[in-house]
């Protein structure tokens, strides 16, 4: 048996603005949005096969847990990217800051932070 994954669901202030970066850097689209659980929204921003769940509740949002020290907390996201050199130009150009740049057998890597405080990992494989 072979698993796949659909989608992911992550909490967002704006989801409109959060999937309009990703359809500009990712190159993705919106899926579908409405109105979704507890009186929130909810945009689903992706490709055929796979998108992300923008939820963004009714209420205001906590400040999410510290990275890689909490049992269930997200680290990052990776996005698999066909050319990782025009994606950096794409996401500098959204405003954000590519870091921790690398080389690695079979790919090439870098990361960066969204302004929700979401980690990134842009990957491109030879």
């Not at 507890?38 to 992300?52: A, E």
């Not at 909490?70 to 800051?97: P, Q, R, S």
């Not at 405080?117 to 494989?125: H, K």
């Amino acid at each position: 048996m072979t698993a796949t994954l659909e989608h992911a669901n992550l909490c967002v202030s704006d989801p409109h603005k959060t999937a309009a970066w990703m359809e500009k850097i990712f190159g993705w689209h919106i899926r579908w949005q409405g109105p979704a659980l507890n009186g929130g929204y909810t945009v689903h921003v992706g490709s055929k096969s796979s998108y992300l769940a923008l939820y963004s509740p009714a209420e205001e949002l906590a400040e999410a847990p510290k990275p890689y020290s909490t049992k269930g907390a997200l680290n990052h996201l990776a996005v698999i990217v066909d050319d990782l050199d025009a994606a950096e130009v794409a996401v500098k150009e959204a405003g954000y800051a590519p870091m921790n740049h690398g080389d690695y057998e079979p790919g090439r890597r870098f990361y960066f932070h969204d302004e929700e405080g979401v980690e990134y990992e842009l990957v491109q494989y030879d």
